[in-house]
């Protein structure tokens, strides 16, 4: 974080973001009471430039949305579109996906979007860094609602058939749909790609999806 970086203050006064680990974490187990409603939540982590939420949020006024990011900008950022738009149904959070069993209590999201993640993959080494790890799906799992789901995609195969190896060997989640080649595949769906997808079409980047649901216990 740059020591003049002009957004740091304007994340800490806007009301619509949570900066503050504390203030985010006394909110475990009581979500429905920050937003006045017991409505699904819908989880997103690292939000981009938050076009494939804002999409999300403008045709679901009938749930609660949740943007996590760590980028002060960005968050700024994706605070202003959703006021600009009308959107009054979410919350943004200063935090690491890491640390989501510390903010949300068993069962209290419905779905989690992960999309392009930095795969950490220059070194080997450097794949401790990655979000997609046991420890996480793990938490996940568990602040997931029954028969909820966690959508992630990815432009890095190698990140990609990792994950799915953690998520067979857990034995935790169902999966859905997966694919190699999401824009080819039945389950594309050309309203909902992101910002990296828009840019990258027609350059042969192959998307990774897959799509899990966490069934009955």
């Known amino acids: ?7 740091v203050e304007l994340v800490h006064n806007d009301p ?16 429905s009471e920050y937003f006045w409603n017991n409505n699904e939540r819908i989880l997103e982590i690292g939000t981009g430039m938050w076009n494939f939420f804002w999409k999300q949020a403008s045709e679901h006024a009938d749930k609660n949305f949740l943007w ?3 980028k002060f900008k960005r968050l700024y ?15 943004m959070l200063k935090d690491f996906g890491q640390n989501i069993d510390k903010i949300f209590a068993p069962e209290e999201i419905s779905e989690t979007y992960i999309f392009f993640p930095d795969p950490w993959a220059n070194k080997d080494r450097q794949k401790k860094h990655r979000i997609m790890q046991a420890p ?14 966690f959508f992630f995609k990815t432009d890095h195969r190698e990140y990609f058939d990792s994950t799915r190896e953690i998520i067979e060997t857990q034995w935790l989640w169902q999966i859905k749909n997966w694919t190699h080649n999401y824009e080819n595949s039945e389950v594309f769906d050309m309203k909902n790609i992101t910002e990296f997808e828009s840019f990258y079409r027609g ?13 009955e216990n």
């Open 203 to 215: 350059e042969k980047t192959d998307i990774n999806y897959i799509e899990l649901v966490k069934p």
């Open 77 to 91: 950022q994706s605070a202003q579109k959703a006021r600009k738009w009308g959107n009054n149904n979410f919350v």
């Open 136 to 149: 996480f799906l793990e938490k996940l799992y568990d602040i997931t609602k029954q028969w909820g789901k």
């Open 68 to 70: 996590m990011e760590i």
């Open 16 to 31: 619509d973001i949570l900066s503050i680990p504390e203030d985010i974490y006394t909110h475990k187990w009581i979500w």
């Open 1 to 7: 974080m740059a020591i003049n970086n002009p957004y």
